[in-house]
C-alpha cells in the first residue's frame, strides 16, 4: 500500500516535470513552445485560463486566442476537473511537501486505531453501525448545518479571485500575473538557465524565489487559501461529473464498521471529507485527481470510476438541477462580468 | 469592488464553509492585489526598446501573460526577459537586447516579424497602416523602436582608430561617417533595429575606452 501510494506521487511528480522540462527546453529552442502562462507550438497557444480573462478584462476587448483558452480549459475541466492542480502545477508540489510531512506522522497512528476498530468490528458490529448510522445521518464533526455537499464551496480564493479580476479592471493589466507562484517558477527558470548560459546576473532570480517562497511557505497553504487561478479551475469543475471520488461504503472502515479512521480526509491537499462532504472545506468540485485518499486508503475504498455508481447515493450524487443552474450563471458572471 | 463581490459569496456558503479566518485570508489577499496594482502603477518604470507592434506599452502591459513565445521564436535572439530592476510592471515582459541580436523586421520571413505572429494575446500587434523596414529594399518603414546615440568619449573612431563597423552593419544608410571619421547618426532614417548596436566592439578586449560601461553606440528609446 505504501508503495502504491508513492506511486502516484511520482507519477504527478513525473508528469510536473515532464512540463517544466519541455518548457525549459523549449525556452532555448526556436519552437517558440512558451510556458504555462501560454504554451502550445507555433500560432496555436493554450493559454492560461485566468491570465486570458485578465487579459481580455484589461483591453475590455475579446481576444479570439484567449476566448478560445478559456472555452477549451473549461471542457478539460468538465471532463478532468482540476488535474492541473496536482498533475502539472509546480506550486501544488511545493505548498505539498509541507503538509505531507505532518500528515505522514498522523498517518501512521491513525492507520493503527483503524486496524484495532477493524479487528473489534465483527464482536459489536452491531451496535457501533447503529451509532455509526445515527452519528453520520447529521453532520458528524459540528452540530450545525455546515455547507453544502454539491456545487463549489466560495472561500477565500474567490474572493482572492473577484479581486484579481477587479484590479485588473481598475488598473488595466494583469495584476495577479506579477505574483503569480506558477508563472515566476518559470520565470525563475528561465533565469537560472539563463545566468549559467550567458552569465547573465540580475537582482530578478533572487527576488523570485523569495516572492515564490514567502507565497508558498510563509501564507498558510497558498492553494487552498490564495490561489485564484485554483479558485476559477474549482468553478469551472463545478460541472465535472467524472473520475469522481467514489467511496465504497462497504468497504470502507469508517462507513461500514465504524472505525474512526479518516486517512482520507487527512491526504486530501484540497480539503475534501470523502466521508461527509459538507463537513468538508471543499466539494467534489475542488477534487484535483491527485489520488492521495485512493492511495492512503488501507481498505482500497476509494476509487476514481469514469461515472460514480448509482447505487452511491447521496454521497457522490449528481447535483439536483436547481443548484446546478446556479453553478453555471455564478462562473459564467465571474468570467464575463469584468 | 473586492468586497463588493464577496458579500455574495458569504451569503452563499453559510456556516462552516465561510469562517470569519476564512474571510480575512481573502480580504487580506484581495486588498493585497490591489495594493500590488496601485504600488505598480504608482512606481515609475523604465521606458524599454519593445518588439516590433509593442510599442504601445500600455497595450502591452494588458495583454502580455509573460508566456515567452516572441523571445523565443525571434530568427535573431534579439529579444530578451526584462528584469525588476526595469520596474514592475514591465517585469517578464519582452524587450530587445541588442547586445545578443538585432531586429531585421523578419525581412526574410514571409510572414512578418515572427514575435507578432506567435502573440496569443495581441500585446504584440502592429497598428493599422505600419510599413515595416526591409532590409533588403533599405526601406525605413514607420516601426520605428528607437534611436541609435553615438557616444562619442567611448568610440573607436574617435580615438582614430578608423573603426566603422556600426556604419557598414546599417541595413537603412542611417549612419555614416562625419568629418572627423566618428559615425553620426541620420535619426530621420535610423528605425532602431539595433545591427549598430550589435556590431559595435567598443567594449570588446583590447578596445574598451577608460570609463566605458557600454557599447559606444546603443539605441535608446524614443523620449
Not at chain 1, 525556452?27 to 493559454?47: D, H, K, R, V, W
Not at chain 1, 507562484?181 to 537582482?203: H, K, N, S, Y
Not at chain 2, 523571445?71 to 528584469?83: F, L, M, N, S, Y
Amino acid at each position: 500500500m505504501n508503495e502504491n501510494k508513492t506511486k502516484t506521487y511520482r507519477l504527478r511528480m513525473i508528469a510536473m516535470l515532464a512540463v517544466l522540462a519541455v518548457v525549459a527546453v523549449g525556452y532555448f529552442a526556436a519552437g517558440g513552445i512558451g510556458n504555462l502562462c501560454g504554451i502550445g507550438f507555433e500560432s496555436i497557444t493554450l493559454l492560461c485560463p485566468l491570465g486570458a480573462l485578465l487579459a481580455m478584462v484589461a483591453e475590455k476587448t475579446a481576444i479570439p486566442a484567449a476566448v478560445v483558452s478559456v472555452l477549451a480549459v473549461l471542457v478539460i475541466c468538465i471532463v478532468l476537473g482540476k488535474v492541473f492542480c496536482s498533475w502539472v502545477c509546480p506550486v501544488h508540489f511545493l505548498s505539498g511537501s509541507k503538509r505531507r510531512k505532518e500528515f505522514r506522522a498522523c498517518a501512521a497512528n491513525t492507520r493503527k486505531d483503524g486496524e484495532i476498530g477493524g479487528s473489534n468490528a465483527p464482536a459489536d458490529a452491531g451496535a457501533l453501525t447503529e451509532q455509526e448510522k445515527t452519528a453520520l445521518s447529521g453532520c458528524s464533526s459540528c452540530a450545525a448545518p455546515c455547507g453544502k455537499s454539491r456545487g463549489v464551496k466560495i472561500d477565500s480564493r474567490h474572493g482572492i479571485l473577484a479581486a484579481a479580476l477587479g484590479s485588473t479592471l481598475v488598473f488595466g493589466f494583469p495584476v495577479f500575473c506579477l505574483v503569480c507562484p506558477v508563472g515566476l517558477t518559470f520565470a525563475t527558470v528561465l533565469l537560472v538557465m539563463r545566468l549559467f548560459a550567458f552569465g547573465e546576473t540580475t537582482w530578478t532570480i533572487i527576488a523570485f524565489i523569495a516572492l515564490i517562497a514567502a507565497e508558498v511557505v510563509l501564507l498558510p497553504r497558498w492553494c487552498a487559501k490564495f490561489c485564484p487561478l485554483g479558485a476559477l479551475l474549482s468553478l469551472m469543475s463545478g460541472l465535472n461529473r467524472t473520475f469522481r471520488p467514489h467511496l465504497n461504503a462497504e468497504k470502507c472502515l469508517a462507513e461500514s464498521r465504524g472505525a474512526s479512521c479518516d486517512l482520507c480526509v487527512r491526504a486530501c491537499p484540497e480539503g475534501i471529507n470523502l466521508h461527509d462532504i459538507a463537513a468538508g472545506e471543499t466539494t467534489l468540485a475542488d477534487c484535483s485527481k491527485c489520488r492521495a485518499c485512493a492511495d492512503v486508503c488501507p481498505e482500497r475504498a476509494v476509487t476514481f470510476p469514469l461515472l460514480a455508481p448509482k447505487a452511491a447515493g447521496e454521497r457522490a450524487a449528481t447535483p439536483a438541477p436547481a443548484e446546478l443552474d446556479e453553478d453555471l450563471v455564478f462562473a459564467e458572471g465571474a468570467g464575463t462580468d469584468r | 469592488m473586492a468586497e463588493e463581490k464577496k458579500m455574495p459569496g458569504a451569503l452563499r456558503a453559510p456556516g462552516a464553509g465561510f469562517t470569519r479566518r476564512t474571510f480575512t485570508l481573502g480580504a487580506l489577499g484581495a486588498a493585497g492585489l490591489v495594493a500590488l496594482g496601485a504600488g505598480a502603477k504608482i512606481v515609475p518604470s523604465k521606458t524599454l526598446l519593445r518588439p516590433p507592434g509593442g510599442q504601445d506599452e500600455v497595450t502591452l502591459w494588458g495583454n502580455c501573460l509573460h508566456c515567452e513565445k516572441c523571445r523565443e521564436v525571434c530568427p535573431k535572439g534579439a529579444i530578451g526577459p526584462t528584469h525588476l530592476e526595469d520596474g514592475i510592471l514591465n517585469m517578464r515582459t519582452p524587450s530587445m537586447d541588442f547586445k545578443a541580436g538585432w531586429c531585421d523586421f523578419c525581412t526574410n520571413e514571409t510572414d512578418g516579424p515572427q514575435c507578432v505572429k506567435v502573440c496569443p494575446t495581441r500585446a504584440l500587434i502592429l497598428p493599422a497602416g505600419a510599413v515595416l523596414g526591409n532590409t533588403e529594399t533599405c526601406e525605413v518603414g514607420n516601426i520605428v523602436l528607437g534611436v541609435a546615440e553615438v557616444n562619442r568619449d567611448w568610440c573607436l573612431a574617435q580615438r582614430g582608430m578608423g573603426c566603422h563597423e556600426c556604419v557598414d552593419a546599417c541595413a537603412f544608410d542611417a549612419l555614416e561617417l562625419g568629418y572627423d571619421h566618428v559615425p553620426v547618426v541620420d535619426a530621420e532614417r535610423c528605425n532602431g533595429c539595433g545591427a549598430c548596436e550589435n556590431a559595435c566592439i567598443s567594449l570588446t578586449a583590447g578596445a574598451i575606452a577608460p570609463g566605458a560601461t557600454d557599447r559606444a553606440i546603443v539605441v535608446v528609446p524614443l523620449s
